[in-house]
């Protein structure tokens, strides 16, 4: 029930791109997505609700594909501070209270 | 908005003792709040769903005597490790969730500080 996140880490130089992608094998309510620097907790980014949602954080946006049950996380222009590591979170339809299910992380080094 | 605390940060027991982890809800009265372990470089492994009021319910493999949850309130949920040993040595980070959303509503799930364990 895990989410397959990919890849599993990503070097890019400061202004570049990168996309992160996280799928599941089933049906999804949400999709959030979290940073987390080390040694800190995770820091909310957004939450993608089911039909095609899209979204932005500053430079950082996030698509839902709700056919393909799956999420990309977009980095535009990244910034230093983008460094970290970004979760999704998923949230299946039959399940109640907001429980989310964690992808494996990908680890987002950011270099001058 | 959104504040969640954790207390303490960072706790050094011995093997044998048991440990109280506190997680608050700052500026809002959380719908239900979640409890997750995590090694080093690996992912949160969610432990245990917590609502006010309700016994907590665990995830597959958490052992409940373990790992007691308590959830006084709507800002305040408690985890106990009983009887610490060096295999509980972990990041304990707790979180908080809302709704929102009006309509079409979700739950927002914000996180705590994290709790640093080592049993020695």
């Known amino acids: 029930q895990q989410p397959v996140q990919s890849p599993q880490a990503v070097i890019l130089r400061e202004g570049e791109d990168a996309v992160i992608n996280c799928s599941s094998s089933k049906a999804l309510y949400s999709v959030h997505w979290y940073r987390q620097k080390h040694g800190e907790a995770p820091v909310f980014l957004m939450i993608l609700l089911k039909g095609g949602e899209q979204k932005g954080h500053e430079k950082i946006s996030a698509s839902f594909n709700e056919k393909k049950q799956q999420s990309s996380l977009y980095l535009t222009a990244s910034q230093l501070s983008y460094s970290g590591t970004y979760f999704c979170?998923?949230?299946?339809?039959?399940?109640?209270?907001?429980?989310?299910?964690f992808g494996a992380g990908t680890q987002v080094v950011v270099t001058p | 908005g959104a504040v969640v605390s954790q207390h303490p940060s960072r706790v050094i027991c011995k093997s044998g003792t048991s440990v109280k982890i506190e997680c608050r809800s700052l500026d809002f009265q959380a719908t239900t709040m979640f409890w997750y372990r995590q090694f080093p470089k690996k992912s949160l492994m969610l432990m245990a769903t917590?609502?006010?009021?309700?016994?907590?319910?665990?995830e597959q493999g958490v052992e409940k005597d373990k790992f007691l949850i308590n959830h006084a309130s709507l800002t305040l949920s408690t985890l106990t490790v009983t009887s610490a040993h060096p295999e509980d040595s972990s990041f304990y980070i707790c979180?908080?969730?809302?709704?929102?959303?009006?309509?079409?509503?979700?739950?927002?799930?914000?996180f705590g500080p994290g709790t640093r364990l080592t049993v020695l």
């Open positions: 979180s908080a969730s809302r709704l929102a959303g009006g309509l079409s509503s979700y739950n927002e799930q914000f």
């Open positions: 979170g998923t949230e299946m339809t039959t399940d109640s209270w907001g429980k989310l299910q």
């Open positions: 917590s609502n006010e009021g309700s016994k907590a319910t665990y």
